[in-house]
């Protein structure tokens, strides 16, 4: 990450947009910026299968779901963030991963410039490529800031994207997995 260049663009952003970043409230804002950036894009050059490569032998084939992973990644066209939950559901045959691995792959997928839809499929992929598992699916609900504060203004506006691969292109299949992540605690 170049926190130089980062600090220099925000600098004449600032100056773009008619400010003075030479202002006693603005002076550090060009700093904070890069680390924020730092931050928010931890996961450009983290290899997201590494997080899943330490598997474990299933012992059975029955439904894994993990619900409510949260998230907060940035927009890729407006560079605005999108916050919410991806829930992961797989089917096993021979490995299982441990769950706190699937959390590890929505931060490090989410920790890049992204838009939902290719969020959602990525994980999708991820999980489908690691465990080789008869099916997955993977759904992402979010609000993006890119709708509520420009445009079309709807903040309350939640986005939902879904990914399936392998059993889970099923109908059937992929409305008992659906069912599960509606059912409360």
């Known amino acids: 990450m170049q926190t ?5 663009a925000v600098r004449e952003l600032l100056i773009a947009i008619g400010e003075n970043p030479d202002r006693p409230e603005l002076s550090q804002t ?3 910026v890069a680390e924020a950036y730092a931050s928010f894009f931890r996961g450009i050059n983290q290899d997201p299968h590494a997080a899943l ?3 474990m032998p299933a012992q059975n084939s029955e439904l894994v779901m993990l619900k409510d992973i949260e998230l907060v990644s940035i927009c890729e066209h407006h560079l605005l963030p999108f916050t919410g939950v991806a829930h992961i559901a797989y089917l096993p045959t021979d490995s299982i991963v441990g769950l706190g691995r699937l959390a590890n792959l ?6 890049r410039p992204q838009l939902q839809e290719k969020l959602t499929n990525q994980i999708a992929d991820a999980v489908d490529t690691a465990l080789n598992p008869k099916g997955v699916l993977v759904v ?6 890119c709708v509520a504060s420009r445009g079309a203004r709807q903040p309350e ?13 099923d109908v059937a299949q992929r409305q008992e997995a659906m069912a599960l992540l509606s059912v409360s605690e």
């Open 4 to 8: 130089d260049r980062i600090r220099d």
């Open 106 to 111: 929505v931060e490090i997928l989410s920790a």
């Open 53 to 55: 490569a330490d598997t």
């Open 140 to 145: 992402v609900q979010a609000k993006h800031q």
């Open 157 to 169: 506006v939640n986005t939902v994207t879904l990914a399936s691969r392998g059993a889970y292109n």
């Open 30 to 32: 060009p700093q904070k």
